[in-house]
């Protein structure tokens, strides 16, 4: 079935620093990637979508200069978090979609911690 | 974003025991879809549903997507431990996905 490795598994970092994400889809072209954050115990909450070639579309209260994403070949995007603070930390997964457009397909998440 | 209700939002049942657990949106969506999520992981795709009144199952799951497509739910039959987990439910519209509130559940030996 398809893959999509996502990259670091952990990252623990000071405040003020940028962590860098990486979402790849193993064996498809993704034209389509989503990104979530997720905090203890509760849902996946749609940060942003991308398509490839394209901007990032945000959704409502996420800020795009702190949450920068790139997707700029069909298996990679980055979830760049700038300025990292501590109620940034967060597990923050990233999914794929083929070109078919009928499945997701669902990295296995990286947990953020900020000191 | 976009947020579904899910309930019961946990469930601690006895081994054997058959769960059941329903997700409603204000909105339509086009597919509904069933992940189950283990701790320090992605989801994990369970069952996938296109068309309103669908009933699909896969092993000792079973899944339906509501007539007017604003809910769904998913049965497990015949629990065993290895279903513990968190179950979410999504809502995929043109180009989104959303997610329900989850429903962590705990199975007794």
């Known amino acids: 079935g398809a893959v999509v490795s996502q990259h670091p598994s952990r990252v623990i970092c000071k405040s003020g620093t940028s962590v860098k994400i990486e979402c790849r889809s193993l064996?498809?072209?993704?034209?389509?990637m989503f990104w979530y954050r997720q905090f203890p115990k509760q849902s996946l909450m749609l940060m942003a979508t991308?398509?490839?070639?394209?901007?990032?579309?945000?959704e409502q209260g996420v800020e795009k200069d702190k949450f920068l994403i790139n997707h700029a070949s069909l298996t990679l995007s980055t979830l760049t978090v700038t300025s990292a603070h501590p109620e940034d930390s967060s597990f923050y997964i990233c999914s794929a979609r083929g070109g078919n457009g009928e499945k997701l397909f669902f990295g296995s998440g990286t947990q953020l911690s900020v000191l | 974003g976009q947020q579904l209700n899910q309930s019961p939002q946990s469930m601690f049942i006895q081994e054997g025991e058959d769960v059941s657990m329903n997700c409603t949106s204000s909105?339509?969506?086009?597919?509904w879809l069933w992940y189950k999520q283990e701790p320090g992981e992605g989801p994990v795709l369970l069952i996938a549903?296109?068309?309103?009144?669908e009933l699909t199952s896969n092993g000792r799951l079973t899944a339906q997507f509501g007539i007017t497509r604003k809910d769904s739910f998913l049965n497990i039959s015949a629990s065993i431990p290895s279903d513990v987990g968190i179950y979410f439910c999504a809502g995929q519209g043109a180009n989104n996905l959303f997610f329900g509130t989850g429903t962590r559940l705990t199975v007794i030996p």
């Open positions: 991308s398509n490839e070639g394209s901007k990032a579309t945000y």
């Open positions: 064996d498809f072209q993704a034209t389509t």
């Open positions: 549903l296109y068309k309103a009144g």
């Open positions: 909105s339509i969506f086009n597919t």
